[in-house]
T-cell receptor
Framework: DAKTTQPPSMDCAEGRAANLPCNHSTISGNEYVYWYRQIHSQGPQYIIH???NNETNEMASLIITEDRKSSTLILPHATLRDTAVYYCIVRVAMPTYGQNFVFGPGTRLSVLP | DAGVTQSPTHLIKTRGQQVTLRCSPK?????VSWYQQALGQGPQFIFQ???????QRGNFPDRFSGHQFPNYSSELNVNALLLGDSALYLC??????????????FGPGTRLLVL
């Protein structure tokens, strides 16, 4: 699986957009970009994933660059409850085999009042 | 719709003992994966079960074993516990065969402390 690089920590003011970057310069054409977050002592929570098009759901937006070497997770209006560790993961889709996710250290996002 | 559930929530064992952790997948899911998360680190993949068989394994010793039951629930067994096995053990479930959309959903975890 391709490796990802994320900043170890970021701060964001409450109510502002949080933009979390991820570099995945060795990503292959069939690898998806996934984002999870983990609030202290809880299990990771799925946020969003995408292949090459930008994606949006009720939680966040995922912007993937045209060359697919980096992406940005956007939380449009961050709240204190969004304080968590955010993991960017690239994972190949293997229809006849299982997936597992390789987690890095992630980005610790602190939303400040 | 119940999500992924795990039991127990916390567990304390001593070195050399054996432990069994349990996981019930999200309704409709047929695949269970197990992860170990040491303090301050990201989760590390242990293995995955589908159709009651282990089909993928991470870099963990044979002391770590598992089982999947016909109802898709799963157990993780760890023998000869070491102090370094102290961690949060996470179970994740997914639906096989969704061609790239096999998103894994995680349970709350079992926190194991080995003394």
């Amino acid at each position: 699986d391709a490796k990802t690089t994320q900043p170890p920590s970021m701060d964001c003011a409450e109510g502002r957009a949080a933009n979390l970057p991820c570099n995945h310069s060795t990503i292959s054409g069939n690898e998806y970009v996934y984002w999870y977050r983990q609030i202290h002592s809880q299990g990771p929570q799925y946020i969003i994933h995408g292949l090459k098009n930008n994606e949006t759901n009720e939680m966040a937006s995922l912007i993937i660059t045209e060359d697919r070497k980096s992406s940005t997770l956007i939380l449009p209006h961050a709240t204190l409850r969004d304080t968590a560790v955010y993991y960017c993961i690239v994972r190949v889709a293997m229809p006849t085999y299982g997936q597992n996710f390789v987690f890095g250290p992630g980005t610790r996002l602190s939303v400040l009042p | 719709d119940a999500g992924v559930t795990q039991s127990p929530t916390h567990l304390i064992k001593t070195r050399g003992q054996q432990v069994t952790l349990r996981c019930s997948p999200k309704s409709g899911h047929d695949t269970v994966s197990w992860y170990q998360q040491a303090l301050g680190q990201g989760p590390q993949f242990i293995f995955q079960y589908y159709e009651e068989e282990e089909r993928q394994r991470g870099n963990f010793p044979d002391r770590f074993s598992g089982h999947q039951f016909p109802n898709y629930s799963s157990e993780l067994n760890v023998n000869a516990l070491l102090l370094g096995d102290s961690a949060l053990y996470l179970c994740a479930s997914s639906l096989n065969g969704d061609r790239g959309r096999e998103t894994q959903y995680f349970g709350p975890g079992t926190r194991l402390l080995v003394l």
